[in-house]
């Protein structure tokens, strides 16, 4: 009875360590490169991280740098013309990396008191320059997120998709 004891209380350290481990490990995570506010030139940093195909579409205000996964998801960074990343969008199987799309503004998202959820997995914030908007369900993901003091002139929300 003594030994059984000990090997739970032994299992349940082990598994303690497993997850403190692991939870070090996201919280570490991947150091964001391109990002939404930063710049144009680290986006192959994003496109190598990702194993991605990039393709560049250039608009009349601004350019469209879009990461092709293997499995089919896609991520788009809206550059604009002094080769700033205003806005992201994605759709995709899963749920993209967040930490490193949104760059410096991830902590803003997480530490929003202005959530809005809804159903189907909606989650909106708007927190100072900062909007996000994410749907999904398993296999099916989208959403976008942009600073509305950076979008260039002439150009609309509704460009960013």
Same mark, same amino acid.
């Given at each position: 009875?003594?030994?059984?004891? !000990?090997?739970?209380?032994?299992?349940?350290?082990?598994?303690?360590?497993?997850?403190?481990? $692991?939870?070090? !490990?996201?919280?570490?995570?991947?150091?964001?490169?391109?990002?939404?506010?930063?710049?144009?030139?680290?986006?192959?940093?994003?496109?190598?991280?990702?194993?991605?195909? *990039?393709?560049?579409?250039?608009?009349?205000?601004?350019? /469209?740098?879009?990461?092709?996964?293997?499995?089919?998801?896609? /991520?788009?960074?809206?550059?604009?013309?002094? $080769?700033?990343?205003?806005?992201?969008?994605?759709?995709?199987?899963?749920?993209?990396?967040?930490?490193? !799309?949104?760059?410096?503004?991830?902590?803003?998202?997480?530490?929003?008191?202005?959530?809005?959820?809804?159903?189907?997995?909606? *989650?909106? /914030?708007?927190?100072?320059?900062?909007?996000?908007?994410?749907?999904?369900?398993?296999?099916?993901?989208?959403?976008?997120?942009?600073?509305?003091?950076? !979008?260039?002139?002439?150009?609309?929300?509704?460009?960013?998709?």
């Amino acid at each position: 009875m003594r030994f059984s004891a !000990i090997a739970v209380t032994a299992r349940a350290g082990r598994r303690a360590a497993g997850a403190l481990l $692991g939870a070090a !490990i996201l919280l570490a995570g991947n150091p964001a490169h391109a990002a939404l506010g930063a710049g144009v030139a680290s986006i192959e940093s994003d496109r190598a991280q990702a194993g991605a195909r *990039l393709t560049r579409v250039p608009h009349a205000a601004f350019s /469209v740098h879009e990461l092709s996964t293997g499995t089919g998801g896609v /991520v788009r960074e809206y550059v604009s013309p002094s $080769g700033v990343v205003f806005a992201v969008s994605w759709h995709s199987f899963a749920m993209p990396n967040l930490k490193q !799309i949104l760059g410096a503004q991830y902590p803003t998202l997480l530490g929003s008191s202005k959530r809005q959820a809804g159903g189907r997995g909606h *989650l909106a /914030v708007t927190e100072g320059p900062l909007v996000f908007e994410s749907n999904g369900r398993m296999r099916s993901f989208h959403g976008r997120a942009y600073l509305s003091t950076a !979008i260039p002139a002439g150009v609309s929300t509704d460009d960013i998709q």
